[in-house]
């Protein structure tokens, strides 16, 4: 597959300060790419870098193939966008918001955006200033959108919308990438980053320090399992030592196991005994996350 997305040795220095430093980072086209990093690691300055909203201090990067310094115009016809502080024209409503959004990107009409409106339950015609903080960030998911394009930057997209409306941008963001379009997607929501994504890539300290597929990650995963036995006398110690095990406590019949990936040995001891039930609980993702960049001063 093509790469939509490409930097080599991306640097930006802000005086003295990092942003970020030698980033090698690849998406590719029908790619849903979760960015993830603690405030002050990075994502913005990478955002923004491939938005040509500053220029880098070295490196190169690179968006469907174009150069985001020399042809930064065309490539924004192409990238919707949805910043993470989003502000918008208040005395517009959002009807003349997007007809003149259209005109700027050269679209006929204003593209698919009377649909998404009608589908995310936002009302055009009224003032933007008069809306919600919800509804105005569905005009801002909106924008990005309507006019089809082939790559999505969004930074915390679903800031503000409701359960159901997230569930339906959710599904708007696997269309989009199902029709070829890439998106990058950074979010501090690590159920929304599991959820929607292909992989993840973790910036820690203007570094790229990992990048990895989602079912990786998933497999590094902490679960939680209650085991409740038929009698109370089952020792803890068959279980301590299992690959994976970090803890193990007792509770009478029941013993609550904490794990680290795969459960088939813990499965597979705990049948030497007479088991009752079994009670698994959703593996967390948070400590897989956290782990690339807990020891940061400027932790999230």
Known sequence: MDAAIKTTKLTK???NTRGIEDLDLEILKGEVFGYLGP??????????????????????????????????????RRVG????????????????LLEYLARLRAIEGVGAGHELAERLGLDLNR???????????????????????DVLVLDEPTSGLDPLVQHEFHQLIAETAEHGSALLLSSHVLSEIEHVTHRVGIVRRGHLVAVEDIDALKAKAVSRIDITFARDDVPADAFNHLPGVREVAEHGQLLTVTVE??????????????????????????????SYYKDDSDAA
Not at 90 to 96: A, D, S
Not at 131 to 146: D, I, R
Not at 281 to 289: A, I, M, N, S
């Open 261 to 290: 990936g795969p459960v088939d040995a813990l499965v597979k001891a705990a049948a030497r005994f007479e088991v009752v039930t079994i009670k698994t609980h959703e593996p967390d993702l948070e400590e897989v996350f956290l």
């Open 81 to 96: 966008y949805l910043p993470g502080e989003l502000v918008l024209y208040e005395t517009l409503t959002g009807r003349e």
């Open 13 to 15: 220095f802000y005086g």
């Open 39 to 76: 405030n002050g690691a990075g994502k913005s300055t990478t955002i923004r870098s491939l938005l040509d909203l500053i220029r880098p201090t070295s490196g190169h990067a690179e968006v469907l193939g174009m150069d985001t310094r020399r042809d930064s115009l065309a490539i924004r």
């Open 127 to 149: 003032p933007i200033r008069s809306l919600s903080k919800g509804n105005k960030q569905k005009v801002g998911v909106v924008q990005a959108f309507m006019h089809s394009p």
